[in-house]
């Protein structure tokens, strides 16, 4: 029997799925850039406008269900969660922002070496896009996943902050390495965040 | 295990016949410890009721915790309120067939010799229509006060009640009123005021709001939680919304295979509510049939 909550539900999904896309498209487009050293502040920004306008309208509907049905069991698991995976979606398009922004306030870093931050840059837009299809999939597996591959990245950065300040590099490009390198750590604990969330979705266990 | 000293009536009822009691009035029992010894004012084990030799409900166990209140919930025909009505033997006035024990402060109320009508003093019921005596606001509650042959000052027990029930300060100036004069829901906190004027310690509530409006009920939930400060409330409804409103655990019904009704899942409220272990149980509160 198809509920009255199930087409809020329905809602609610795609525009978590739109969010997704969009975030997706912030992050990809700021790591693409820094390391081609291409300026693109100004499109970055105005998708995460878009990623703020659309947490809004997951926040609107979110509650105007919880409103209109109580739902309980799964179906709240599910609401609240995407209340707050909405959440994580526009972060990280805040951080892409903030990589974005790295062109503009260091001016070219064309010479400077980036094999680190490409190489985290790779695992974290792994990362984004496996937390984005664990919670389409409600895949507790892959979201399990997301924590252990987290710990590899949290190690990676503390190795290369070390490896900046071993290897004497050139203040700008240390410093702006250090500043991207942490965003994208960032991006990786809100990934993190949403494996967590289908957790509790699947099995109604909270994230201690 | 754990040992401890209990008494079969936790009261002292300077008014009325204590429960008739076989032996003396302080026994030492084992009893197994699983965190709730001391907290359960009622418990139900393996219980079963026939009707006419069909079982209505059969295997329950369920405990009721003291001072909280604990609502049935489950699609009807599950057995619901024949559960009810086992916790002060009113399924004795529907010829029904008993099977198991309902301990009442670890008693037995379906031993031989237990005084029926003390029962169900102790553990007192409100039903979904309100159903006030054809006589005054007084006397409606005043009544199980005189049967029960009361003591004290009748007049300070009714006071007490209607204060209670939150109907004193609609009532005070028309106590002599028929009770039919009142509206739904007052008649409906009348009878609670009823039930309570004779002190029980367990309050059971067969969807007491279920013929009111939703101020009324308000009413009556907002009544409620007041008053599991004092008593024991177990509460049947079949508004879900309700259940997790006001209630502290829930206990979920539902007919099996052969039409008897089953417990399927009892927990805190907010467990059963967030994460029901059971996919039955998670499908009825969502919704999807019942």
């Known amino acids: 029997m198809r509920r009255l ?3 809020g539900i329905n809602r609610l ?12 498209e912030c992050v990809a487009m700021a790591i693409d850039a820094y390391l081609s050293n291409r300026s693109i502040v100004q499109e970055v920004y105005t998708r995460t406008n878009q990623l703020a306008i659309l947490k809004e309208e997951v926040n609107d509907l ?15 698991r599910f609401i609240s969660s995407c209340m707050e995976v909405a959440y994580d979606l526009v972060r990280f398009g805040r951080y892409a922002y903030d990589i974005a922004q790295i062109r503009e306030q260091f001016g070219d870093l064309g010479n400077c070496d980036k094999g680190m931050i490409a190489s985290m840059a790779e695992i974290v837009s792994k990362m984004l896009e496996d937390s984005i299809t664990a919670f389409n999939s409600k895949d507790e597996g892959l979201a399990e996943r997301l924590i252990r591959i987290d710990d590899a990245v949290d190690s990676s950065y503390r190795n290369n902050l070390k490896r900046i300040v071993d290897d004497g590099m050139d203040l700008r490009c240390a410093l702006s390495s250090v500043l991207v390198m942490r965003y994208l750590e960032r991006i990786a604990d809100h990934a993190v965040y949403i494996g967590e969330l289908v957790r509790y979705m699947v099995s109604g266990e909270r994230a201690r | 295990m754990d040992m401890r000293l209990w008494s079969l009536i936790s009261k002292d009822y300077s008014y009325a016949e204590k429960v008739d009691m076989q032996g003396s009035e302080e026994v030492t ?8 010894n001391g907290k359960m004012v009622l418990e139900g084990r393996g219980l079963g009721v026939l009707y006419a030799n069909k079982y209505a409900i059969k295997d329950v166990n369920i405990k009721i915790v003291r001072n909280t209140i604990t609502a049935i919930i489950g699609p009807s025909g599950c057995g619901k309120s024949t559960l009810l009505r086992c916790f002060n033997r009113m399924n004795d006035l529907l010829d029904a067939r008993i099977e198991g024990e ?4 670890d008693y037995n109320i379906y031993s031989n010799g237990i005084n029926v009508a003390e029962v169900r003093r102790l553990i007192g019921m409100v039903f979904q229509k ?38 004193w300060d609609e009532v005070k100036d028309r106590l002599n009123d ?3 004069s009142l509206s739904g ?3 409906q906190r009348l009878c609670i005021a009823r039930a309570l004027a004779v002190e029980p310690e367990v309050l059971l509530m067969d969807e007491p709001t279920a013929s009111l409006d939703p101020i009324a009920s308000a009413r009556i939930e907002q009544l409620i939680t007041r008053l599991k400060e004092k008593i024991t409330i177990v509460i049947v409804t079949h508004n879900i919304q309700q259940a997790a409103r006001v209630s502290d655990y829930v206990n979920v019904m539902m007919v099996d295979e052969n039409m008897i009704g089953r417990l399927i899942e009892s927990g805190p409220t907010r467990e059963v509510f967030e994460s029901p272990k059971s996919k039955v149980t998670e499908d009825y509160i969502s919704g999807r049939f019942g």
């Not at chain 2, 029992?29 to 709730?36: I, L, P, Q, R, T």
């Not at chain 2, 309902?102 to 402060?105: A, E, K, P």
């Open chain 1, 5 to 7: 909550l199930d087409v």
């Open chain 1, 13 to 24: 999904s795609n525009l978590l799925h739109d969010m997704s896309r969009v975030s997706q």
């Open chain 1, 62 to 76: 979110a509650v105007e269900l919880m409103i209109r049905y109580q739902p309980v069991a799964a179906d709240l």
């Open chain 2, 29 to 36: 029992v084992e009893v197994d410890d699983d965190g709730m």
């Open chain 2, 102 to 105: 309902i301990l009442f402060n």
């Open chain 2, 130 to 167: 309100p159903n006030p005596f054809p006589t005054s606001i007084y006397n409606n509650v005043a009544f199980g006060l005189r049967i029960n042959g009361f003591k004290g000052d009748i007049d300070e027990q009714v006071e007490y009640a209607l204060r209670e029930a939150a109907l």
């Open chain 2, 178 to 180: 028929n009770a039919y």
């Open chain 2, 185 to 187: 829901g007052q008649q």
